[in-house]
């Protein structure tokens, strides 16, 4: 169940309207790495958890606190494009600083939505539900969730840069205090399950499934060999195991020879060129 609240978690006001960083903000929103995605990602990691309570309560708080964020992002889009000449083309384009920015902006925030937010990303392309991980592993999950959270970072921190708008960059800075939040409890509910399954995903392959013998080797595929110069090849692994290293490229397998397709498929024949 959920209760919706009429009160914003934290401001959304810009100073003055900007209906082309309106359509920058679009990606924050509903692009693959934006509000929309990590909310769904953790409703559904969240009401797929199966006991292990503490992670559903962790991820399920955090799956709401995001849907205010979507709430806050909307908000915003939606005042930056308040008072702007949208529908006023003529007239603005007689001012060439107001057409060229009326020409930059999200002709969807017009047409579609009547200056609104949409459920896209910056260059109009819808959200997907593809871009959500939910394995039902829990350590999996987590570690999509800390990628979700860097990389939504760093497009706040991209579009925290582009504007000189006081009141979008407060509300970008909640954004960027509360994903540092959000990396970090990722990171340490991480490293407890690690502790309890070990660190390579899934820990409960059975004894004899895997070829052992191939699974600590990196493997030399490219020319040079820069990636021998880890220092941390002459370490231990993180499972415990001992790396190697494989100069020149390797081949185990033998050069593949199909059997001809049957007449019905009209494949092209082989002419034992």
């Known amino acids: 169940m959920f ?13 003055r309207p900007d209906p082309v960083f309106a359509k920058k903000m679009q990606e924050i929103l509903g692009g693959q790495y934006g509000e929309i995605s990590v909310a769904m990602q953790y409703l559904f990691q969240g009401w797929n ?10 991820i ?11 709430e806050m992002i909307a908000t915003m889009i939606a ?18 600083v107001i057409g060229s920015i009326m020409g930059g902006m999200n002709p969807h925030h017009a047409i579609v ?24 592993n829990l350590l999996a999950d987590l570690r999509a969730n800390v990628n979700a959270e860097s990389q939504g970072r760093l497009q706040v921190a991209r579009l925290y ?18 994903d540092t939040m959000h990396q970090n409890q990722w990171l340490a509910a991480i490293r ?3 502790e309890k399954e070990g660190v390579v995903v899934p820990g409960t392959v059975p004894q004899g499934y895997e070829k052992e013998e191939y699974a600590h080797t990196l493997y030399n595929f490219s020319d040079g060999e820069e990636s021998a110069q880890f220092d941390w090849l002459q370490e231990e692994a993180p499972d415990g195991a001992k790396f190697q290293y494989e100069s020149g ?4 397998g033998e050069k593949p020879v199909l059997k001809p397709a049957p007449k019905q498929s009209h494949n092209t024949p082989d002419y034992g060129d």
């Open 3 to 15: 209760k919706h609240s009429k009160v914003l978690q934290y401001p959304a006001k810009p100073e």
């Open 113 to 136: 939505s009547g200056l609104g937010a949409m459920p896209e990303n910056s260059t109009g392309v819808p959200w997907n539900a593809g871009y959500i991980v939910a394995s039902g």
């Open 60 to 70: 399920m708080d955090t799956a709401a606190e995001e849907i205010g964020h979507v």
């Open 192 to 194: 407890e399950l690690e």
């Open 79 to 96: 005042r930056l494009l308040e008072d702007a000449p949208v529908y006023e083309q003529e007239e603005a384009a007689n001012d060439s």
């Open 49 to 58: 958890t199966r006991g292990n309570e503490k992670y559903k309560d962790l």
């Open 249 to 252: 490229p390797v081949a185990y």
């Open 161 to 178: 840069e582009m504007t000189d708008d006081k009141g979008v960059k407060d509300m970008l800075g909640f954004l960027l205090a509360r």
